[in-house]
T-cell receptor, first 115, second 115 residues
Framework: EAGVAQSPRYKIIEKRQSVAFWCNPISGHATLYWYQQILGQGPKLLIQFQNNGVVDDSQLPKDRFSAERLKGVDSTLKIQPAKLEDSAVYLCASSDGTSLPNEQFFGPGTRLTVL | GNSVTQMEGPVTLSEEAFLTINCTYTATGYPSLFWYVQYPGEGLQLLLK?????DKGSNKGFEATYRKETTSFHLEKGSVQVSDSAVYFCALTPNYGGSQGNLIFGKGTKLSVKP
């Protein structure tokens, strides 16, 4: 079974530029999560989707971050414009939502460096 | 609010030494508790979990017991190997309302095992 795929693996941009990350969850997984992991810290949830609807985006900085999951499968996370403090690893995870507690399966992450 | 506190790293041990990584939590209700592991260059993987008080999660020689009276979920292994070198994250998911499945992570503890 293929795992969670993310691209790109690495991205370097200058502040005020825009960037987008892509995630393909495990086939059949209805729930998709985006986390931000700043160096030396644990991952922090940015947004959670159930199919193509948003369940929780309370920690998403909506003035610059946006995310979508139009067909309930792939998802994109966008930052526009980027700030220095956005340098982090962005992790995508998915779960099937049928077990309690849900086991989340993580992708390898996208490491973003903002200069 | 909900939070996880785990011991600061890095932790350096010799092969076959005993490992303990402390984790305590603050949560409303009855959370589920997890340990995730992140090997160098790889994504987060679930190591073990426990869903109620006095449950013991175990996997690959690692164990952790859900202690509600001390709000703790310490990770232990009797004899570590070089291949156990990784970053270990303690996490919880609150089991109430719409927040089920939202993982809250500690900061992570880096373990290095020397031959």
């Amino acid at each position: 079974e293929a795992g969670v795929a993310q691209s790109p693996r690495y991205k370097i941009i200058e502040k005020r530029q825009s960037v987008a990350f892509w995630c393909n969850p495990i086939s059949g997984h209805a729930t998709l999560y985006w986390y931000q992991q700043i160096l030396g810290q644990g991952p922090k949830l940015l947004i959670q989707f159930q199919n193509n609807g948003v369940v929780d985006d309370s920690q998403l900085p909506k003035d610059r971050f946006s995310a979508e999951r139009l067909k309930g499968v792939d998802s994109t996370l966008k930052i526009q414009p980027a700030k220095l403090e956005d340098s982090a690893v962005y992790l995508c995870a998915s779960s099937d939502g049928t077990s309690l507690p849900n086991e989340q399966f993580f992708g390898p992450g996208t490491r973003l460096t903002v200069l | 609010g909900n939070s996880v506190t785990q011991m600061e790293g890095p932790v350096t041990l010799s092969e076959e030494a005993f490992l303990t990584i402390n984790c305590t939590y603050t949560a409303t209700g009855y959370p589920s508790l997890f340990w995730y592991v992140q090997y160098p260059g790889e994504g987060l993987q679930l190591l073990l979990k426990a869903t109620k008080a006095d449950d013991k999660g175990s996997n690959k020689g690692f164990e952790a017991t859900y202690r509600k009276e001390t709000t703790s979920f310490h990770l232990e292994k009797g004899s570590v190997q070089v291949s156990d070198s990784a970053v270990y994250f303690c996490a919880l998911t609150p089991n109430y309302g719409g927040s089920q499945g939202n993982l809250i992570f500690g900061k992570g503890t880096k373990l290095s095992v020397k031959p």
